[in-house]
């Protein structure tokens, strides 16, 4: 098994469709749609408009996968991949940490 793990808090880790990239576009405007940035409630703001909203969309996908392994190869199905999702504006750099296991 792989264990991937993401250190931040805003951005997450997901699968999902790899063969279309309108699917990362789609899935973008769906998060923008259902998190909005500038919501009159949101008390953290410190950190600009697309940070809480960031923080969000990062708990509604996570920030681990746990994927099989089989035959040393990652046990993905023909469409999946692996995404970092960047939910800031500007997130800068992110560290990934992978463990295997088994």
Not at 5 to 33: G, W, Y
Not at 68 to 93: A, H, K, M, V
Request: aromatic share 8%; proline share 4%; net charge negative.
């Amino acid at each position: 098994m792989l264990n991937l793990f993401v250190k931040h808090t805003s951005c997450a880790l997901s699968i999902n469709e790899n063969a279309d990239p309108d699917v990362r576009t789609d899935m973008e405007q769906i998060l923008n749609h259902l998190v909005k940035e500038r919501a009159p409630y949101y008390d953290h703001v410190m950190e600009g408009d697309d940070d809480m909203p960031a923080h969000a969309k990062s708990s509604l996908f996570g920030v681990s996968l746990t994927i099989p392994i089989t035959d040393g190869r990652l046990n993905l199905g023909t469409w999946q991949g692996i995404y970092l999702c960047e939910f800031r504006n500007y997130g800068g750099s992110r560290r990934i940490v992978a463990t295997i296991y088994g």
